[in-house]
């Protein structure tokens, strides 16, 4: 997160303010660092797929996004069109919250961080009529990659509904 937090400062891309009034409140709400490609629409959905959920987020338009990706050592085949960083994690991609969360709670050993690689249509942020399975992955300091999540296609990700039914189970390992 210091790397993060030293673009920021810097002035590295253009930093959008968390100020988003319909927002959860909260003294303790845990902050997301995103940087994207300028521009693009659907990491702006993500956000307030992760705001819905509770997270802060400041938003970086990062023109040297894919330099910033290989800073993290986040490998091709996981990239996505957006990269956060989450209390010291990478979040690759078009990731649930509540796979974030979980990631959070649980803090597995040597895990870097998740991804959703590529963009696939409908996970949040990428909702479409003809919805995608998809995979959240798992990345291991040894460069290693397992399956954290999976997620049927046309699963419902907004909490509201999410609430009212329980999460999916993890992926066995």
């Keep these: 997160m210091a790397a993060a937090t030293c673009l920021l400062l810097s002035g590295v891309g253009n ?25 693009c629409g659907c990491c702006d959905k993500w956000v307030d797929h992760m705001r819905s959920y509770g997270f802060s987020v400041v938003t970086i338009e990062d023109p040297d996004i894919f330099e910033f990706k290989e800073e993290r050592a986040i490998p091709v085949p996981l990239m996505s069109c957006h990269t956060a960083i989450v209390d010291g994690y990478f979040v690759e991609g078009h990731v649930p919250a509540n796979d974030i969360l979980r990631l959070l709670s649980e803090k597995p050993e040597h895990v870097t961080g998740i991804a959703v690689p590529g963009m696939p249509l409908g996970s949040p942020g990428m909702e479409h009529s003809r ?35 329980p999460a999916p189970a993890p992926d066995p390992q």
């Design 15 to 39: 930093a959008v303010a968390d100020d988003d009034k319909n927002a959860p409140q909260s003294d303790n709400r845990t902050q997301v660092i995103m940087h994207k490609n300028p521009g």
């Design 131 to 165: 919805p995608q399975s998809f995979k959240t992955v798992a990345m291991l300091s040894d460069g290693s990659a397992y399956v954290y999540a999976t997620h049927a296609a046309g699963e419902n990700f907004s909490k509201a509904d999410r609430e009212a039914s």
